[in-house]
């Protein structure tokens, strides 16, 4: 089965500062891989995907995540934070033949000071 | 853009009650999921539909059930609620031409006393 490893449960950085959060998936092949960030109380917002190509793809909000195959890794960065970016992060895998339930890892919250 | 709606946002039950949730999709996407997030918890699939039929199930408990309706929306029945069933149900949504991607909706949040 499919699995997803958030290793960092809570991150704080300041204003202005960049930011990293890591992923690591377990699979046979190469799953679709997502990060959603979700603010409290609030549902779950896509930032980006990855199915194939180009292994950095781009997201919202200036977010953009490398995938590597070699690492099994697919790490979610931001060059510069702002507040706004407090909020907990989750990784996530999706595979299926019919449907692509998604595996979520943990998470990570994400804590930005001024 | 249109989104996952989901209703009602808030409920509160006691235990033993019944519960329905309600989810409508984004307009033209025909698969539908929920997953349940508990405290502190990260987001587990409960089941999923596509065309009105049952296409996935994962963890749910036998006392809930869940279909999908003509029109696509979904309602996911809940009974003899226990406490341990508080938690932040979210639906998602996704069209079969690109289902990997889903979109969630708001999420309801039971409260069970």
């Known amino acids: 089965a499919q699995s997803v490893t958030q290793p960092d449960i809570h991150i704080t950085v300041s204003e202005g500062a960049s930011l990293e959060l890591r992923c690591n998936y377990s699979y046979g092949a190469t799953p679709y891989l997502f990060w959603y960030v979700q603010s409290p109380g609030q549902g779950l917002q896509l930032l980006l995907k990855y199915f194939s190509g180009d292994t950095l793809v781009q997201g919202i909000k200036g977010f953009e995540a490398e995938f590597k195959r070699s690492q099994s890794s697919f790490n979610l960065r931001k060059p510069s934070v702002h507040w706004s970016d407090a909020a907990e992060y989750f990784c996530a895998v999706g595979v299926g033949a019919n449907d692509y339930k998604l595996s979520f890892g943990a998470g990570t919250t994400v804590t930005v000071r001024a | 853009a249109a989104g996952v709606i989901q209703s009602p946002r808030h409920l509160i039950k006691e235990k033993r009650e019944t519960a329905t949730l309600k989810c409508y999709p984004i307009p033209r996407h025909d698969t539908v999921y929920w997953y349940q997030q508990g405290p502190g918890q990260d987001p587990q699939f409960l089941i999923s539909?596509?065309?009105?039929?049952?296409?996935d199930k994962g963890s749910i408990p036998d006392r809930f059930s869940a279909q999908q309706f003509s029109d696509y929306h979904s309602e996911l029945n809940m009974s003899s609620l226990e406490l341990g069933d508080s938690a932040l149900y979210f639906c998602a949504s996704s069209h079969s031409d690109f289902q990997e991607t889903q979109y969630f909706g708001p999420g309801t949040r039971l409260l069970v006393l």
């Open positions: 539909f596509y065309e009105k039929m049952q296409s």
